[in-house]
């Protein structure tokens, strides 16, 4: 069994990328910081963002002949409706360290991103070869750049993953949901707990077997999102990461129109 080239690159960058993250003691974390999540704020987030995709956007789409339109007209609401309850509370954000928040999360993704794309590439490897299967069918999110790409709802859509996506996903799962499990779990079983979840929430039947490299890889990387979050003790770092990340994707699928990660 041949590994493609790609694997064993990202195998290489990872190890020497943990090699120096653990040099400059990255992993560790000072201290636990709890914030004051109950059920009720838990649920109205959740029921937010559910709620307006399941009643809301049927409505937006009665009016609106673009899908591409109406996804981002409910994203801009989610958006500010989530920044307007981020900044009455004052939650999950510490402006007094905005700016080291800010690089930890864009160099966090130097180590991230060879990691996550060994894994997702190594699964994909090994389900192509176990179910002799040439073309695993792309993520979704992939289709969407693709009914989009040299049109000019493609800015739209890029606007979405990289701004909005991480935004709304973070206060969701790594603000809300994490922080809330920490009212009973150690942090680590948290981040576990909610990492979980937020692979199961990436879920669609049309990705078919992809689903596998998919969610896993998402599984990783919202268990690094989650361990981010406990070290900065902000949200910031998380959403840049994920922003970043997600960035490199869609400069990947522009410049070699060919999919090496996941969102």
């Given at each position: 069994?041949k590994?493609?080239?790609?694997?064993?690159?990202?195998f290489?960058?990872?190890?020497?990328?943990?090699?120096?993250?653990?040099?400059?003691?990255?992993?560790?974390?000072?201290?636990?910081?709890k914030?004051?999540?109950n059920?009720?704020?838990?649920?109205?987030?959740?029921?937010?963002?559910?709620?307006?995709?399941?009643?809301?956007?049927?409505?937006?789409?009665?009016?609106?002949?673009?899908?591409?339109?109406?996804?981002?007209?409910?994203?801009?609401?989610?958006?500010?409706?989530?920044s307007?309850?981020?900044?009455?509370?004052?939650?999950?954000?510490?402006?007094?360290?905005?700016?080291?928040?800010?690089?930890v999360?864009?160099?966090?993704?130097?180590?991230?991103?060879?990691?996550?794309m060994?894994?997702?590439?190594i699964?994909?490897?090994v389900?192509?070869?176990?179910?002799?299967?040439?073309?695993?069918?792309?993520?979704?999110?992939?289709?969407?750049?693709?009914?989009?790409?040299?049109?000019?709802?493609?800015?739209?859509?890029?606007?979405?993953?990289?701004?909005?996506?991480?935004?709304?996903?973070?206060?969701?799962?790594?603000?809300?949901?994490?922080?809330?499990l920490?009212?009973?779990?150690?942090?680590?079983?948290?981040?576990?707990?909610?990492?979980?979840?937020?692979?199961?929430?990436?879920?669609?039947?049309?990705?078919?077997?992809?689903?596998?490299?998919?969610?896993?890889?998402?599984?990783f990387?919202?268990?690094?999102l989650?361990?981010?979050?406990?070290?900065?003790?902000?949200?910031?770092?998380p959403?840049?990461?994920?922003?970043?990340?997600?960035?490199?994707?869609?400069?990947?699928?522009?410049?070699?129109?060919?999919y090496?990660?996941v969102?």
């Amino acid at each position: 069994m041949k590994f493609p080239t790609e694997i064993i690159v990202f195998f290489c960058f990872s190890v020497l990328a943990i090699i120096i993250a653990a040099k400059y003691n990255f992993f560790y974390i000072e201290r636990e910081k709890k914030i004051d999540i109950n059920f009720k704020e838990l649920f109205v987030v959740f029921f937010i963002y559910f709620g307006s995709n399941i009643l809301i956007y049927p409505l937006i789409n009665k009016f609106i002949s673009s899908n591409i339109i109406s996804s981002f007209t409910l994203n801009l609401m989610v958006f500010i409706v989530f920044s307007i309850i981020i900044f009455k509370k004052k939650l999950f954000f510490n402006l007094s360290n905005l700016k080291k928040d800010i690089k930890v999360g864009f160099f966090s993704c130097f180590l991230a991103f060879p990691i996550f794309m060994f894994i997702f590439s190594i699964i994909n490897f090994v389900i192509e070869e176990l179910f002799k299967i040439k073309n695993i069918p792309n993520q979704v999110a992939i289709e969407y750049l693709k009914h989009t790409y040299n049109t000019p709802y493609f800015f739209l859509a890029v606007i979405i993953i990289i701004l909005f996506a991480p935004f709304i996903e973070e206060l969701l799962f790594r603000g809300f949901l994490q922080s809330f499990l920490k009212n009973y779990f150690s942090y680590k079983t948290s981040i576990f707990i909610t990492s979980f979840l937020f692979s199961i929430f990436h879920f669609s039947n049309s990705q078919k077997i992809s689903n596998i490299p998919i969610l896993i890889t998402l599984f990783f990387l919202g268990s690094f999102l989650g361990f981010l979050f406990e070290k900065q003790k902000s949200l910031t770092s998380p959403i840049v990461l994920h922003a970043t990340f997600n960035s490199l994707n869609i400069l990947n699928f522009i410049l070699l129109k060919k999919y090496l990660g996941v969102f």
